[in-house]
């Protein structure tokens, strides 16, 4: 069984490895190893430490089986960020059920969501009913599509 919960710092070294290996993995098949490359270094273990503790909210997925983290989601004011989850566990609606409990997390808070989404993941957010405002192109993290959706 997955189970959603604020993630803590002691999970900062598997989800830095789960985020890398969607990077070589995954998100190098629609991006240039230049972004990849930044990528890598943007998600530090520092980087991810400072954000557990900062974010609004971070969460993690855990499988309970092995109590692994698989996958990992947060936000920033109204910034949805860093959506991953291990590869091996893609397709397993564990990316569904972190998106679902970040949005209950902004009905709460009176939040209208909006994020960068990878070109690897906009399909996965249009089936959430996300919608598209922009195209936007970063010269370090490469091009993204601005998305919204009124919870
Ligand atoms: C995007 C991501 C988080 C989705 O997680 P996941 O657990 O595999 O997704 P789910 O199993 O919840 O999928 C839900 C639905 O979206 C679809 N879907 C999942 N990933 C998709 C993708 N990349 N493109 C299109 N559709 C996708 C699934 O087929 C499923 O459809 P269904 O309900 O018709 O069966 C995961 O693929 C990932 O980590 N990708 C790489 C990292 C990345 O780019 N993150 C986003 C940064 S903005």
Known sequence: MIIIKNSTIKDTNEIYELIKKNLIEINSIDYPQKVIEFMLGYYSKE????????RNYFLSAY????NNVVGCISLEKDEILSL???PEYHGQNIGS???ENLEEKCKLDCIT???YA???????????N???KEKDSHPDFGDAYLMTKKL
């Open 113 to 115: 969501p909006i994020m």
């Open 130 to 132: 996300y919608s598209v």
């Open 63 to 66: 499988d309970d089986s092995n």
């Open 84 to 86: 991953y989850v291990l």
């Open 118 to 128: 990878s070109l690897t993941a906009v399909n996965f957010y249009k089936k959430h």
């Open 97 to 99: 059920l972190l998106l």
């Open 47 to 54: 980087n991810i430490k400072k954000w557990i503790s900062h």
